[in-house]
């Protein structure tokens, strides 16, 4: 008789009925308002603080421009930054990822950050939009350094 435990599990994908608010969050219009609060928030509070520059000449990794895009479900915070020379060679201008803010329901969001280590690191669950945008208006992690 076999045992259970060298039995396969098996999982079977189903279909969740979404609400009408759901509906509407989940759209490509829902996420072009999000998209556009957020960036009037980096355009009054985060930029001035960020691409404001202590050198008089720029130098490797200084952050040119903030900006946002979706991908997939995430509204995902990137930073522009510049090249130059780099141990003789010239290294063009490159992008990274600070900071993600997930939609998980109508009005529920994931607010992630973007560690050394490669992997998103969730700091808060199912907040509403209001409470995540207090993360970009003020220094948080999400931030790029």
């Not at 915070?77 to 510049?82: E, I, N, S, T």
């Not at 993600?100 to 992630?112: N, Q």
């Not at 950050?113 to 993360?135: D, N, V």
């Amino acid at each position: 008789m076999p045992s259970r435990a060298s039995r396969k599990t098996i999982t079977r994908s189903v279909w969740v009925r979404m609400t009408p608010a759901e509906v509407i969050a989940f759209s490509a219009e829902g996420k072009q308002g999000v998209k556009q609060k957020v960036d009037e928030i980096i355009d009054r509070h985060m930029k001035p603080i960020v691409l404001k520059r202590s050198r008089t000449r720029p130098s490797f990794g200084d952050i040119e421009d903030v900006y946002t895009k979706w991908h997939g479900h995430g509204l995902i915070l990137m930073a522009k930054r510049r090249g130059g020379v780099l141990r003789n060679k010239r290294v063009e201008d490159f992008e990274t990822k600070s900071g993600r803010l997930t939609l998980t329901g109508a009005d529920a969001y994931d607010i992630s950050y973007f560690r050394h280590t490669g992997k998103w690191w969730t700091i808060r669950q199912g907040c509403t939009l209001k409470a995540a945008l207090m993360y970009f208006r003020k220094p948080s992690p999400l931030w790029p350094w």
